[in-house]
């Protein structure tokens, strides 16, 4: 379209307004002409035929005879004026399958909605820019503290020093442990046949946990200084 519109006025050639750089072209061979140095073929892909040129230096072997009429191919290249309009041809491919020409319509497509609406740079709105010229302002103004009224000279409290620390004697373990244990089994005013309850123990032997107790009392009882009395909850020493 806009090729024909050049020849019809004469104007420079551009599409939708911007001058093209590179093309890039899917369209179906519709003639072909072999020359030693490459080729020259129309191409149409629907929206009109131009005329293309493709010239090779040193071609592959079966490079070009695989262009024929019929085929469809992808090139890009430059837009040519003289001697007359034309596509100059730098590289070129046959198409692989059908979807290439539907993707090559949408680019197309993407291409026209770039090109007919630029991007514009994002301006700030007034609102927004008054906000910060506000804000800037206010930084700008040191902010007045009231004068300070001089009062009565601080006193300082006196701070009562801390207690010190009571530090707790360490609960007997191992064989210490064991060596209470049949002490305070073996005290006087204990009975021998009904002996003490873990409570009673614990409760004379201090911090030592209950459980503490009657693992070490379990050992005691494996090695015969021990025996359980008139329930689980008793022990009394050999």
């Known amino acids: 379209v806009a090729i024909a519109q050049r020849g019809e006025t004469g104007e420079e050639l551009k599409f939708w307004g911007t001058e093209p750089g590179a093309l ?22 629907s929206t009109g035929r131009i005329k293309a040129r493709y010239f ?6 079966g490079e070009l005879e695989s262009i024929t009429p019929g085929a469809y191919v992808s090139v890009f290249g430059s837009l040519r004026t003289a001697p007359a309009t034309h596509l100059s041809i730098n ?7 059908a979807d290439e020409v539907s993707y090559h319509m949408i680019e197309v497509a993407f291409a026209m909605l770039r ?3 630029p991007e514009k740079e994002a301006a700030t709105p007034a609102p927004k820019k008054a906000a ?8 700008a103004t040191p902010e007045k503290k009231p004068a300070e009224v001089a009062g009565p000279p601080a006193v300082a409290a006196s701070v009562p ?25 073996r005290a006087d005013g204990v009975d021998p046949s009904a002996g003490l309850s873990f409570a009673a123990i614990c409760s004379q032997l201090g911090s030592v946990a209950e459980a503490d107790v009657r693992a070490c ?22």
């Open 132 to 139: 910060v010229e506000a804000s800037l302002e206010f930084a």
């Open 115 to 117: 090109l007919q609406q």
């Open 56 to 61: 090779v230096s040193d071609p592959q072997p």
């Open 24 to 45: 890039i072209l899917v369209a179906a061979v519709e003639s072909v002409v072999r020359q030693s140095t490459g080729l020259e073929m129309t191409l149409n892909d």
């Open 91 to 97: 590289g070129l491919r046959l198409v692989d399958s």
């Open 161 to 185: 020093a801390p207690a010190p620390a009571t530090t707790k004697p360490a609960a007997p373990q191992g064989a210490t442990l064991r060596t209470a244990l049949l002490n305070v089994l």
């Open 217 to 238: 009392a379990k050992g005691l009882i494996d090695q015969g200084d021990v025996f359980e009395t008139v329930d689980e909850n008793h022990i009394a020493a050999v």
